[in-house]
């Protein structure tokens, strides 16, 4: 029997750390209201200052949240891959976007509009109590996270995030393609382009990694675990 797109929206939904606390029934009210959308590469999803009204899981492909400045640099805050979740505060309330997100390549979502979210809670307060203790949870790893990162040097946090990003690719092949540029690797470690590089560089001539136009493999990513501390 086919699954039905409901069943393949829980099942999505089941892989975000954000309804980790949810029982499966919470999941399935939540896939009723859940609709899909898909954008092209470089297409932008919101931008920062936008009125927030959805929240966004991504079922495939990869997309950024990025800062753009005044004087024309843009600074990539995070990345997003299958089963990661964006814009998760317009659940509970109508605010600015604090950054423009935008597809990196061909990517599709599931979207959950606030108003239809916020109908659910009210009518279901258990899903609203979960998903307080769950956004607890996730802003202590994210604090924990960042104290680790004040101690570490900057090779410790170019390994740790290429690792991230190797374990959000989720293959099981020794070689993985990461899907993020130097510049995009360096402002995710909070250092600058040419420490990154540096760095980057001494993996390369370990064999750890390769890199060409606009590609960067992984070659061994139990590897990268050794320079990170």
């Known amino acids: 029997m086919a699954r039905t797109r409901s069943a393949d929206v829980v099942e999505l939904l089941e892989r975000v750390p954000v309804f980790s606390t949810l029982v499966h029934t919470d999941l399935e009210r ?8 898909a954008f092209e590469p470089g297409q932008v999803v ?19 949240a990025i800062h753009e400045h005044g004087d024309g640099r843009t600074i990539t ?16 309330e109508d605010e600015r976007r604090s950054a423009t997100v935008e597809a990196v390549e061909p990517t599709s979502v599931v979207a959950v509009l606030g108003p239809d979210m916020r109908a659910l809670m009210n009518e ?6 979960r998903l307080v203790v769950a ?16 101690f570490q040097s900057v090779q410790s946090r170019v390994a740790m995030v ?25 402002q995710l470690a909070g250092s600058s382009r040419e420490s990154a590089s540096r760095f980057l560089a001494v993996l390369e001539r370990a064999g750890v990694i390769s890199q060409g ?11 990268l675990k050794q320079y990170v501390f």
């Open 77 to 92: 805050l995070a990345t997003f891959g299958p089963g990661d979740i964006f814009g998760e505060l317009a659940m509970f």
């Open 162 to 186: 290429l690792s991230d990003l190797v374990a959000r690719e989720g293959s099981g092949s020794d070689d993985v393609l990461v899907t993020a540029t130097q510049a995009d690797l360096a």
């Open 213 to 223: 136009r606009g590609r960067l493999v992984v070659h061994d990513p139990e590897a």
């Open 46 to 64: 919101f931008r920062e200052g936008d009125a927030s009204d959805t929240c966004y899981i991504v079922r495939e492909g990869s997309a950024r």
């Open 124 to 129: 279901h307060p258990e899903i609203a109590t």
């Open 30 to 37: 939540i896939a009723q209201v859940a609709v899909p959308r």
């Open 135 to 150: 956004l607890a949870s996730r802003l202590r790893e994210a604090n924990e996270r960042l104290s680790r990162q004040s």
